[in-house]
């Protein structure tokens, strides 16, 4: 019933606003068109506007520079994505405080006046050909350039020794499990999910006994996974119930999880969680964060690599993450000796 | 038709009327309310995610046991956004602005007494109104309305056991959208063989204002792809209800396995997508079309490049069909595959560069009228361009990797197809009002109007390219469970204010639209000095539009400030309607 309330507000804010613009006259307006003052007013306001419109980009760019993720990416193959990203950025913001500029300055300079005559301009070859010319040559430069950095970043093939890791997402949290001595997974299927196999590894088949499941390390309350830095590492990803996605954006990677089938992605991690802590960028960010967190009375964070889960899965998708650390390559060994093998765990 | 009369009752005139006029209102009507309720929930959440962790009245009051305590549940979170999602894109943005223009606009400016059928025309709304009774009824539902997001995905929208929402809820989605599928398609194929077939002696296809030429191109591309969607929606209520397995294998969910082996859920992204992205194209031709419009009348200059706007117009049209695979770079198709939707996407921004170059020189060199509609269509070609150029960002492959889902795309298509759809829209009902009811809208509301959504506009979606740059996730309930996100507090919060300045400011064109349709000032027959054939007929009006004869078409529809070899406007004013011919001296355009 307080719905109801809310809505009799809104109807008499509705009246309301008729009968004031009635009340100060300004429904007896005679002319049709706009008239030579109003397009004076808005032709300034158009200019005002468009003053908003550029403060509040250059606050944006300024401001919130912060609160974007690192510029350093954490893998090697982000790297060209964020150059790639720089030069289109780069681009398109050249291009919009341009263009924005030239529609609002004309809108303003041919604001009408009575008695002015329109200039009759209908159509030239000369220009059509200008602006079809222009996007498409510097569009095909992007295209070629995109497309090499694509093939860059997809291309595994040729990668030596890759660890391979897979990623198991369910609702809603990610289960792992490495590969273990013989570097293949063992077959897996959800008809075999049963009690403590929970990623329904299928345990007749010889590749699965030295698979390493990712474990709850003694101490933490949640899972780590533990990447080596400098070796490309190959996940295979899968999904038990609906479409998840496994988004790690400081490596500038994603790939979704689909039930049914085995999908692929792989980056090599290029800056260990002790360094990316150590990066301005993350410093500013986590001072800023730990500040704000101080003021609300919360604990202070240390930076972390995360995975997310990025497609939506249902009611606690907001909350489907999963802690990465990278190691260097000496002390991820150390720590992957200390995981258990199937084989160790159903023994 | 003018010499014998039906007897028209209250229900053949309002109600089951089969007048494209009194259609083209009715669509607007639902559309404004439909959009009204899309608009409010995303008020709702807007509060949701600016603050997290305080309660609101209004939340409770609105959502009951799904906001108990004034905090909203994530199921109705989702709720919130699936709808949202789903009654802006094809209520409000597809029927309401396709059928509602579409309707009044293309008998009248094409010199058609009618629509081709009437009947047709009539079903299509009464489908449409149905369905969206449909939709709106799911959200009373005790499991609550559909919430596996507006483009609902399988397994999600399949398992009743992985989401609330995909039970009851999910069925009337999917029932109520086939039908608003059938509706969409009756009106599509109307629109087309109205225009193919019913203009005026003397109106080419080459003399078409640039809104029918939208207009008829959009139902083009509704026609081709509205039924992939419904075989889609098919499929899933066969897997939902008969135990198929066209989208789902190798399923463990609730602590059991589910029998399905064998289907994919990829193929419906596929068929969602192959409608999807043309979709969007649905959204904007027509807002294009009638920006074309209004820019050309108000500027008092002939819309520049005409041909090369129907050109973009066709190939935009094209491309739209070809490129739906970079909704999906990411699903584990192919790179090759990939590679080629890059390519194709990127194509678009040639087409949409040379339409937004064309409409900036439309006005260089007018003498604008700045009433509300030119002003919001001035908006349009603004968002449309800032909205547009993150486009080459997210349909490059290797770029859209890592913003993809995120808040980025928010941004993004929120402002190329959301606000400047709206704009369009808006701008529509601004310059047509008088057409539609013979009376003005209140000028100073309007530009009160105007002003405070181009301010909220901007002040919403801009920042929020940078809330998607810092890699937020789309569809979060909540972003307290990262403290990596916790900067981003006050970003949201800004834009939750700019979005409630937004949704007051709608108050006011609400106000605006409602009295003036019985208290504006009476309108004259031709108020915006137009050349188009709509403004030729009476205030009034009447079934079969013109009271004598349809008038005949002489010339194109931009004869704006033409002057004769001596440098003279032509009869001293600056406009010449379509119905009048070519002068001794005159050169056709």
Redesign the interface.
Known sequence: M??L??III?VI???G??QF?KLLG????EN???TEK??N???W??LV?MG??YG??IY?LIG?K????PQLSASAE?H??DI??KL??G??LV??FI??F???F??FK????NN?????????HK??TI??VI??VV?SG??IY??W???E???SSDSENPLIIELYA??FQWEARYAGQDNELGNA???F?KGVNTM?VDFSDKNASDDIPLAVAEGKFVKELHLPKDRKVIFK?RS????H?A?M??F?????C????V??LAFTPSVTTAEMRLNDDTKA?FE??NA??KEKGKEA?E?DY?L????????????M?LKIIVDEQADFNKWLATQKTFAQINK | MSDHHHKETFVTKYVFSQDHKMISKQYLITGIIMGVIAGFMSMLFRLQIAYPEESF??I???LGRAGEGGVM???MY?SLVTIHGTLMVFFVLTAGLSGTFSNLLIPLQIGARDMASGFLNMISYWLFFLSSVIMLASLFIETGPAN??WTI????SA?PQ???GSGLGMTLWLVSMAIFIASSLLGALNYIVTVLNLRTIGMKMTRLPLTIWAFFVTAIIGVVSFPVLLSAALLLIFDRSFGTSFY??????AGE?LHYK?????LFEHLFWFLGHPEVYIVILPAMGIVSEILAV???????????MIISIISIAFLSTIVWGHHMF???MN?FL??VF??TT??I??PS??K???W??T?????????TA??FS?GF??TF??GG??G??LG????D??V???YFVIAHFHLVMGVSAIFGMIAGVYHWF?KMYGR?M????G?LHF?LT??AA??VF??M???G???L?R?????T????F????D?NVLMTIFAIIGGLAQ??F???F??SIS???K??KN???ATTLEWTTPVEHIHGNWPGEIPTVHRWA?D????NENGE?WEGE?FTLQTVPIRDGEEE?
């Open positions: 307080k719905a309330f809310y809104f804010i509705i009246v606003i008729w613009v300004l429904t007896k307006v049709q068109t706009a109003e397009n007013i808005n032709g306001l158009l506007f908003f419109v509040l980009m944006s919130y912060d609160t974007l993720l982000g060209h994505i790639l990203f289109t950025m681009l398109i291009v919009q263009i924005q030239v529609l609002f004309f809108a041919y604001r009408g006046i002015r005559k329109a200039y009759f301009f209908a159509d030239s220009l059509e602006w079809t996007p498409t569009l992007l295209i995109g497309l950095t694509w093939n970043i997809m291309d369910k609702q299927n959800v008809r999910i329904g990803l038990q119930d609906v479409l996605s988004f954006p400081h500038r990677a994603q790939m979704n689909v039930p049914g089938m999908t692929e960010k800023h964060i704000l967190r964070v930076f995360l997310l889960c990025n497609k939506i899965c249902g009611a606690s998708h907001y909350n993450q | 009245s209004i409770e009051a609105f549940t994530p199921d989702l596996a997001g995905y399988p397994p999600l398992l992985a989401i609330s789902l294998s190798d399923i463990y969910v396995v064998g289907g994919s859920p990829i108000n500027s008092r200059k002939p819309i520049f490049g005409y041909r090369a990411v699903t584990g790179p990939g590679s890059t390519f990127l194509l921004a040639i560069a040379v937004s170059f064309n900036i020189t006005i260089w060199k007018g003498n604008i009228q700045m009433n030119m002003l001035i070609v603004s361009i800032t150029l993150t080459i960002i490059d492959s290797a770029l990797i890592n993809h889902d995120t008088p003005m209140n000028k100073d509301l530009y002003w181009a301010i901007y002040g801009f920042p390219h940078f809330v740059l810092a890699g996730p569809r979060y309930y909540s972003n469970a990262f403290p990596i916790d900067d981003l507090a970003i108050l006011i609400l106000a605006n409602f009295f208290k504006g000032k309108a004259s108020p915006w000095r931009y704006y400030s033409k002057t406007l600056d355009f």
